[in-house]
C-alpha cells in the first residue's frame, strides 16, 4: 500500500470526555494511552484543567480532551473548571458522555443531559465501572438512558479493569473524519513536562491527605535542571494550600508526610522522564486562592484559553 493511499483514509479527530466528577474520565484516559497523564484521586473535582491524551496507530489519531466533572460552582475556580468542561462541547468531533453504573442516574447527569440537547456534535454513552455490579443491572440503565437522548453509541466498559476498550476505540475512529496526524506519533499529550509533574505531586498529597486537605492545593514547579548532571534531574517544586493548618498537614510529624508525598511523587516523575530525579519539595500558603483571579492565573488556570 503506497502513502498516498494511507494519506487518503487516514482518520483524526478530537474527543471530549465529560460526565459527573469522579466517573473515572481520567482512569480511562490512562488505560488508552498507557500511561499516566491525567491524575486519578477518589476525591471529585481532581482534574481541573483540559488534560489532551494522543492516542495514535497506523490507521488514526484520537485525541482526547478529560474535562473537569461536571458540578454546581461554589468558588472561582469551580467556574473556571465548569466553563472548561462545557466549552470543549463546542470544540470537538465527538463527545463521550461517561456515567458511573455504580451511582445510576442523578441530577448531575440530568443537567448534562440538557446540555447536550443544545449541541450538534454526536455523543456516545459511555457506562463505566461494570466491573463492580451485577450484569443484570445494565438492561434497565441502558434503557433509562436511552429514553432521556438520541445516543449514537451506548458502550459499556471497565476503564479500571480494560474491559470493551477495544471496542469502544474501533467505534470512535468510525466516527473520525478523514484528516490529518496532528501530532507526533510516540508524543502521548500536548501538555508539557512542567504541568504533568505538577499533576504527579498533586495527587499523591491528594491520595495521603485525604480529606484533610480538600482541593484547596495547587503544585507550582519553580525549577527543572537537567545541566549539571545527565543522569540526574532536580525539580523544585511548592505545594500551595489555603490555611496554616493545611500547611501543617501536608508537612506532617518532623516532615514526614510531605517526605511520603515526595517519595511517591519521584517514582512517577522517574517514570515519566526516564532518568533518576532529586525532588525538593516546599509548601506555602496563599490565603483563599481558589477566589483570587490573579492567583488562579499564577498557578495555570488561564480562563481566556478556554
Do not use: C
Not at 114 to 129: A, Q, R, S
Amino acid at each position: 500500500m503506497n502513502n498516498t493511499t494511507i494519506e487518503e483514509k487516514y482518520k483524526s479527530g478530537f474527543i471530549s470526555i465529560i460526565g459527573r466528577p469522579n466517573v473515572g474520565k481520567s482512569t480511562f484516559l490512562n488505560q488508552v494511552i498507557g500511561q499516566k497523564i491525567a491524575i486519578m484521586s477518589d476525591k471529585p473535582q481532581t482534574t481541573r484543567n483540559k488534560v489532551q491524551g494522543v492516542y495514535t496507530t497506523n490507521q488514526s489519531q484520537l485525541i482526547f480532551i478529560d474535562t473537569p466533572g461536571i458540578h454546581k460552582p461554589k468558588h472561582k475556580l469551580g467556574d473556571f473548571m465548569m466553563k472548561v468542561a462545557m466549552n470543549t462541547l463546542k470544540e470537538v468531533d465527538l463527545v463521550l458522555f461517561m456515567v458511573n453504573v455504580t451511582e445510576g442516574y442523578g441530577r448531575g447527569d440530568e443537567f448534562i443531559i440538557e446540555k447536550l440537547k443544545g449541541i450538534k456534535t454526536p455523543v456516545f454513552l459511555v457506562l463505566n465501572k461494570i466491573d463492580a455490579i451485577h450484569p443484570d443491572q445494565l438492561l434497565p440503565m441502558i434503557e433509562q438512558y436511552k429514553n432521556l437522548y438520541d445516543f449514537k453509541e451506548i458502550i459499556p466498559i471497565s476503564a479500571l479493569e480494560g474491559n470493551n476498550i477495544d471496542q469502544l476505540l474501533k467505534e470512535i475512529t468510525e466516527y473520525m473524519p478523514e484528516g490529518p496526524q496532528y501530532y507526533p506519533a510516540d508524543q502521548v499529550t500536548d501538555h508539557p513536562e512542567r504541568f504533568i509533574i505538577s499533576e504527579l505531586i498533586r495527587e499523591k498529597a491528594l491520595h495521603l491527605t485525604k480529606e484533610e486537605v480538600p482541593h484547596s492545593l495547587a503544585v507550582t514547579i519553580d525549577k527543572i535542571d537537567h545541566r549539571n548532571n545527565q543522569d540526574l534531574v532536580h525539580v523544585m517544586a511548592t505545594i500551595i494550600v489555603e490555611r496554616d493548618s493545611q500547611k501543617g498537614i501536608v508537612i506532617g510529624k518532623q516532615g514526614r508526610m510531605l517526605k511520603e508525598i515526595g517519595k511517591r511523587a519521584r517514582v512517577d516523575i522517574e517514570n515519566l522522564l526516564g532518568t533518576k530525579i532529586f525532588l525538593e519539595l516546599w509548601v506555602k500558603v496563599q490565603k483563599d486562592w481558589r477566589n483570587k483571579a490573579i492567583h488562579l492565573r499564577d498557578f495555570g488556570f488561564k480562563e481566556d484559553e478556554y
